[in-house]
T-cell receptor, first 112, second 114 residues
Protein backbone atom coordinates (compact mmCIF):
# COMPACT_ATOMS: atom_id res chain seq x y z
CA UNK A 1 0.00 0.00 0.00
CA UNK A 2 3.09 2.26 -0.24
CA UNK A 3 2.54 3.44 3.34
CA UNK A 4 -0.18 5.99 2.58
CA UNK A 5 -2.73 6.97 5.18
CA UNK A 6 -5.52 9.50 4.99
CA UNK A 7 -7.37 11.24 7.79
CA UNK A 8 -10.15 11.53 8.57
CA UNK A 9 -11.65 8.56 6.73
CA UNK A 10 -15.16 9.94 6.98
CA UNK A 11 -16.39 13.46 7.64
CA UNK A 12 -19.73 15.22 7.60
CA UNK A 13 -19.63 18.99 7.64
CA UNK A 14 -21.93 21.92 6.98
CA UNK A 15 -21.89 24.25 4.02
CA UNK A 16 -19.56 27.19 4.55
CA UNK A 17 -17.23 25.54 7.05
CA UNK A 18 -13.53 25.01 6.36
CA UNK A 19 -12.29 21.43 6.09
CA UNK A 20 -8.76 20.02 5.97
CA UNK A 21 -7.92 16.52 4.79
CA UNK A 22 -4.54 15.00 5.50
CA UNK A 23 -2.46 12.59 3.49
CA UNK A 24 0.59 11.02 5.10
CA UNK A 25 3.23 8.84 3.43
CA UNK A 26 6.13 7.01 5.01
CA UNK A 27 8.37 6.35 1.99
CA UNK A 28 9.71 9.80 1.10
CA UNK A 29 8.14 10.06 -2.37
CA UNK A 30 8.55 13.41 -4.05
CA UNK A 31 5.26 13.55 -5.97
CA UNK A 32 1.90 13.52 -4.19
CA UNK A 33 -1.58 14.02 -5.63
CA UNK A 34 -5.13 14.73 -4.53
CA UNK A 35 -7.96 13.31 -6.66
CA UNK A 36 -11.70 13.31 -6.18
CA UNK A 37 -14.00 10.52 -7.33
CA UNK A 38 -17.59 11.18 -8.32
CA UNK A 39 -20.19 9.02 -10.07
CA UNK A 40 -20.26 9.79 -13.77
CA UNK A 41 -16.96 11.68 -13.66
CA UNK A 42 -14.49 9.11 -12.47
CA UNK A 43 -11.32 10.29 -10.77
CA UNK A 44 -10.11 13.82 -11.42
CA UNK A 45 -6.97 15.61 -10.28
CA UNK A 46 -7.43 18.48 -7.83
CA UNK A 47 -3.86 19.50 -6.94
CA UNK A 48 -0.47 17.92 -6.90
CA UNK A 49 2.91 18.49 -5.27
CA UNK A 50 6.38 17.86 -6.64
CA UNK A 51 8.28 18.68 -3.46
CA UNK A 52 8.14 20.54 -0.17
CA UNK A 53 6.36 23.85 -0.74
CA UNK A 54 6.04 23.03 -4.49
CA UNK A 55 2.43 22.59 -5.55
CA UNK A 56 0.31 23.18 -8.62
CA UNK A 57 -3.28 22.99 -9.78
CA UNK A 58 -5.05 20.13 -11.44
CA UNK A 59 -8.19 20.15 -13.54
CA UNK A 60 -10.73 20.74 -10.74
CA UNK A 61 -8.85 23.01 -8.33
CA UNK A 62 -11.46 25.76 -7.77
CA UNK A 63 -12.46 25.94 -4.10
CA UNK A 64 -9.46 23.92 -2.92
CA UNK A 65 -6.01 24.80 -1.64
CA UNK A 66 -3.10 22.60 -0.63
CA UNK A 67 0.04 22.78 1.44
CA UNK A 68 3.12 20.66 1.82
CA UNK A 69 5.48 21.75 4.58
CA UNK A 70 7.04 18.31 5.05
CA UNK A 71 7.80 15.57 2.53
CA UNK A 72 5.51 13.14 4.28
CA UNK A 73 2.38 15.28 4.58
CA UNK A 74 0.14 16.78 1.90
CA UNK A 75 -2.89 18.72 3.12
CA UNK A 76 -6.04 19.52 1.14
CA UNK A 77 -8.19 22.40 2.40
CA UNK A 78 -11.69 23.32 1.41
CA UNK A 79 -11.82 26.98 2.40
CA UNK A 80 -15.63 27.12 2.54
CA UNK A 81 -17.22 23.76 1.85
CA UNK A 82 -20.09 23.52 -0.64
CA UNK A 83 -22.45 20.65 -1.41
CA UNK A 84 -20.73 20.17 -4.78
CA UNK A 85 -17.61 19.14 -2.86
CA UNK A 86 -19.34 16.10 -1.43
CA UNK A 87 -17.13 13.36 -2.80
CA UNK A 88 -14.57 10.70 -2.06
CA UNK A 89 -11.07 12.13 -1.92
CA UNK A 90 -8.02 10.05 -2.69
CA UNK A 91 -4.40 10.85 -2.11
CA UNK A 92 -1.73 9.21 -4.25
CA UNK A 93 2.04 9.07 -4.52
CA UNK A 94 4.16 8.56 -7.61
CA UNK A 95 7.16 6.33 -7.45
CA UNK A 96 10.40 7.26 -9.12
CA UNK A 97 11.57 5.40 -12.18
CA UNK A 98 8.42 3.58 -13.27
CA UNK A 99 6.09 6.49 -12.41
CA UNK A 100 3.61 4.06 -10.92
CA UNK A 101 1.00 5.63 -8.67
CA UNK A 102 -0.32 4.18 -5.44
CA UNK A 103 -3.42 5.36 -3.69
CA UNK A 104 -4.49 5.88 -0.12
CA UNK A 105 -7.72 4.43 1.31
CA UNK A 106 -9.76 7.57 0.65
CA UNK A 107 -11.78 10.08 2.67
CA UNK A 108 -15.54 10.19 2.24
CA UNK A 109 -16.67 13.81 2.71
CA UNK A 110 -20.30 14.83 2.94
CA UNK A 111 -21.22 18.52 2.92
CA UNK A 112 -24.77 19.14 4.16
CA UNK B 1 -6.74 16.69 -23.96
CA UNK B 2 -6.34 13.01 -23.12
CA UNK B 3 -9.56 11.04 -22.88
CA UNK B 4 -9.79 7.46 -21.65
CA UNK B 5 -12.76 5.24 -22.44
CA UNK B 6 -13.56 1.84 -20.99
CA UNK B 7 -15.92 -0.63 -22.60
CA UNK B 8 -18.09 -2.25 -21.46
CA UNK B 9 -19.29 -0.18 -18.50
CA UNK B 10 -20.54 -3.34 -16.82
CA UNK B 11 -19.98 -7.04 -17.40
CA UNK B 12 -21.51 -10.10 -15.76
CA UNK B 13 -19.98 -13.53 -16.35
CA UNK B 14 -20.24 -17.01 -14.83
CA UNK B 15 -17.40 -18.28 -12.70
CA UNK B 16 -14.56 -19.89 -14.63
CA UNK B 17 -14.98 -17.82 -17.77
CA UNK B 18 -12.07 -16.01 -19.37
CA UNK B 19 -12.81 -12.36 -20.05
CA UNK B 20 -11.40 -9.21 -21.60
CA UNK B 21 -11.81 -5.63 -20.46
CA UNK B 22 -11.08 -2.86 -22.94
CA UNK B 23 -9.50 0.56 -22.56
CA UNK B 24 -8.86 3.16 -25.24
CA UNK B 25 -7.12 6.51 -25.08
CA UNK B 26 -7.03 9.41 -27.53
CA UNK B 27 -3.43 10.67 -27.17
CA UNK B 28 -0.74 8.06 -27.78
CA UNK B 29 1.99 10.17 -26.16
CA UNK B 30 2.00 8.29 -22.85
CA UNK B 31 4.63 7.22 -20.31
CA UNK B 32 2.66 4.26 -19.10
CA UNK B 33 -0.74 2.73 -18.53
CA UNK B 34 -1.99 1.33 -15.22
CA UNK B 35 -4.84 -1.02 -14.46
CA UNK B 36 -6.45 -0.70 -11.03
CA UNK B 37 -9.04 -2.63 -9.11
CA UNK B 38 -11.53 -0.92 -6.80
CA UNK B 39 -13.82 -2.79 -4.43
CA UNK B 40 -17.02 -1.04 -3.28
CA UNK B 41 -16.26 1.70 -0.78
CA UNK B 42 -12.54 1.01 -0.95
CA UNK B 43 -9.43 2.55 -2.42
CA UNK B 44 -7.64 1.71 -5.65
CA UNK B 45 -5.29 -1.24 -5.86
CA UNK B 46 -2.70 -1.17 -8.62
CA UNK B 47 -2.84 -4.41 -10.63
CA UNK B 48 -0.47 -3.92 -13.53
CA UNK B 49 1.70 -1.17 -14.97
CA UNK B 50 2.75 -1.22 -18.62
CA UNK B 51 5.46 1.15 -19.76
CA UNK B 52 5.02 2.79 -23.16
CA UNK B 53 7.85 0.67 -24.58
CA UNK B 54 6.24 -2.59 -23.46
CA UNK B 55 3.59 -4.70 -25.16
CA UNK B 56 2.25 -6.62 -22.19
CA UNK B 57 2.55 -7.43 -18.51
CA UNK B 58 1.39 -10.46 -16.59
CA UNK B 59 0.56 -11.07 -12.96
CA UNK B 60 -0.97 -14.40 -12.04
CA UNK B 61 -4.26 -14.77 -13.89
CA UNK B 62 -4.08 -11.23 -15.23
CA UNK B 63 -2.51 -10.16 -18.50
CA UNK B 64 -2.53 -6.61 -19.77
CA UNK B 65 -1.56 -5.61 -23.28
CA UNK B 66 -0.77 -2.24 -24.77
CA UNK B 67 -0.95 -1.06 -28.38
CA UNK B 68 0.20 2.52 -28.05
CA UNK B 69 -0.08 3.41 -31.71
CA UNK B 70 -3.75 2.49 -31.82
CA UNK B 71 -4.47 3.85 -28.35
CA UNK B 72 -5.71 0.59 -26.87
CA UNK B 73 -5.13 -1.68 -23.92
CA UNK B 74 -6.84 -4.85 -22.81
CA UNK B 75 -6.95 -6.59 -19.46
CA UNK B 76 -7.40 -10.33 -19.77
CA UNK B 77 -8.61 -12.25 -16.72
CA UNK B 78 -8.30 -16.00 -16.92
CA UNK B 79 -10.56 -18.45 -15.11
CA UNK B 80 -12.58 -15.75 -13.38
CA UNK B 81 -13.63 -16.18 -9.74
CA UNK B 82 -16.34 -14.49 -7.63
CA UNK B 83 -13.54 -12.71 -5.76
CA UNK B 84 -12.65 -10.93 -9.00
CA UNK B 85 -15.91 -8.97 -8.77
CA UNK B 86 -14.96 -5.29 -8.57
CA UNK B 87 -14.63 -2.17 -10.69
CA UNK B 88 -11.59 -2.16 -12.94
CA UNK B 89 -10.07 1.17 -13.86
CA UNK B 90 -7.64 2.02 -16.61
CA UNK B 91 -5.45 5.12 -16.37
CA UNK B 92 -2.66 6.66 -18.45
CA UNK B 93 0.24 8.96 -17.59
CA UNK B 94 0.86 11.43 -20.38
CA UNK B 95 4.36 12.31 -21.48
CA UNK B 96 5.25 15.87 -22.38
CA UNK B 97 4.01 17.43 -19.16
CA UNK B 98 5.49 17.97 -15.73
CA UNK B 99 2.86 16.69 -13.35
CA UNK B 100 2.73 13.03 -14.42
CA UNK B 101 -0.92 12.93 -13.47
CA UNK B 102 -3.15 10.00 -14.27
CA UNK B 103 -6.12 10.35 -16.60
CA UNK B 104 -8.72 7.75 -15.72
CA UNK B 105 -11.45 5.96 -17.56
CA UNK B 106 -14.78 5.56 -15.78
CA UNK B 107 -14.27 1.89 -15.18
CA UNK B 108 -15.83 -1.48 -15.92
CA UNK B 109 -17.96 -3.03 -13.18
CA UNK B 110 -17.30 -6.76 -13.25
CA UNK B 111 -19.57 -9.28 -11.59
CA UNK B 112 -18.51 -12.94 -11.52
CA UNK B 113 -21.42 -15.19 -10.62
CA UNK B 114 -20.82 -18.46 -8.71
Amino acid sequence: DAGITQSPRHKVTETGTPVTLRCHQTENHRYMYWYRQDPGHGLRLIHYSYGVKDTDKGEVSDGYSVSRSKTEDFLLTLESATSSQTSVYFCAIRTGGSYEQYFGPGTRLTVT
Amino acid sequence: KQEVTQIPAALSVPEGENLVLNCSFTDSAIYNLQWFRQDPGKGLTSLLLIQSSQREQTSGRLNASLDKSSGRSTLYIAASQPGDSATYLCAVTNSGGSNYKLTFGKGTLLTVNP
